[in-house]
């Protein structure tokens, strides 16, 4: 598939009135995925500088080149080491106040960029750093139509790979082989990586949600949980099965239906307005009910896009209200201590308030 150019006009346009909104003169953008989200540029270093009337990409040496490709609608300005180039390009762009992100500049690079102000003297005009949060990555939240489509792909893949893969996994294999599996089966479809380190937990290591796939040998009649995705063209996907090898037992059956009833009681009532902790609640109660709540020690789901894990947050203190355009995943989830886990996720949008599903991998029959 080819990728069409994403639209960053129209994210740079929405980013201007949000700084308007705010009373901001510009805004320095330094998050690496915000970067990429505004521009189009993939490359590691960089700074973006956008005020109502310019948009410039400074970065160095390494990246000028592919900067300019990547990023045409920006003007692309070459910088050295040193945080001297910041008030001359605010001055140069008559930026007074100007917006920072807080939750990515460190406290020493903010230091830096107070004493090249401070070092400019007359040079540069008096500019105000404010500080300030979540602007782009509430931006990001909602998908646009070429998001959707890579987080399609991205999806797609890992719903391939995992059809095949689960069809191989037998008892005697390690979880480590499972995950090797993974990656290669991923990477074999376009992938440009898994988006993270695969989760396979066979037993009672399924308990540890985060579990890292290790050495232990599957065994029949245990479930495995396997926590998987693609990166594709920057953007990834998220999915989990439980799986068991053999006969289960009647635990299992039991354990797996909650989850898997609590999950689709979500999807099919979540509706757009509700807040992320109304959403949670829809699986939460299910299990709840099934005297499972103890068991249930994680959110119910997370934002996905150019980050595994972005806004909107889907957990119990989520305020954040979801929106049309929203991809996230429904992944509720149950661990006994010594025996095992069992969750399912999947990736959904929300469109005309509902949830639509985009993850179409198997699912375990019990
Ligand atoms: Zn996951
Ligand atoms: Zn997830």
């Given amino acids: 598939m080819t990728a069409v150019a994403p639209a960053t006009g129209a994210r740079v346009s929405a980013l201007r009135a949000k700084l308007k909104e705010k009373e901001l003169d510009g805004i320095l953008i330094s998050e690496g995925s915000n970067r990429r989200y505004l521009s189009g540029f993939v490359g590691t270093a960089g700074f973006l500088l956008i005020t109502e009337a310019q948009a410039v990409l400074a970065t160095d040496f390494r990246y000028v080149e592919q900067a300019g490709r990547q990023a045409p609608a920006f003007r692309v300005e070459r910088i050295r080491a040193g945080s001297d180039w910041l008030p001359k390009l605010a001055g140069e762009l008559g930026v007074r106040k100007l917006g920072f992100e807080a939750e990515n500049v460190t406290v020493a690079q903010l230091g830096r960029f107070k004493d090249a102000f401070k070092s400019a003297g007359e040079a540069a005009p008096e500019v105000e750093l404010v500080a300030t949060t979540g602007i782009t990555i509430e931006q990001r939240a909602i998908k646009d139509s070429n998001e959707l489509a890579l987080l399609q792909r991205a999806i797609t893949i890992a719903d391939e790979a995992f059809d095949e893969v689960s069809e191989k996994i037998a008892p005697g294999m390690t979880e480590a082989e499972v995950a090797w599996q993974v990656e290669l089966a991923v990477r074999g479809r376009g992938a440009e990586a898994v988006s993270f380190d695969t989760i396979v937990g066979a037993g009672p290591n399924g308990a540890l949600p985060h579990h890292r796939a290790a050495d232990r040998v599957i065994r029949e009649g245990e479930p495995v949980v396997i926590d998987m995705g693609a990166r594709y063209e920057g953007y990834c996907s998220d999915l989990t099965r439980t799986i068991i090898l053999g006969k289960p037992d009647a635990r299992f059956g039991r354990v797996y239906d909650i989850v898997l009833g609590a999950q689709l009681t979500a999807?099919?009532?979540?509706?757009?307005?509700?807040?992320?902790?109304?959403?949670?609640?829809?699986?939460?109660?299910?299990?709840e009910t099934a005297g499972h709540g103890e068991d249930f020690g994680h959110s119910l789901g997370h934002g996905v896009g150019l980050e595994v894990h972005e806004s909107p947050g889907v957990g119990p203190t989520s305020k954040n209200v979801l929106e049309n355009g929203m991809v996230f995943t429904v992944e509720p989830g149950i661990y006994l201590s010594g025996w095992g886990g069992v969750r399912i996720e999947d990736v959904v949008v929300l469109e005309n308030g509902r949830a639509r599903v985009l993850s179409n991998a198997r699912k375990f029959v019990t």
Wanted: net charge negative.
């Fill in 267 to 287: 999807i099919e009532t979540l509706a757009s307005g509700m807040t992320g902790a109304e959403c949670d609640k829809l699986a939460r109660t299910v299990i």
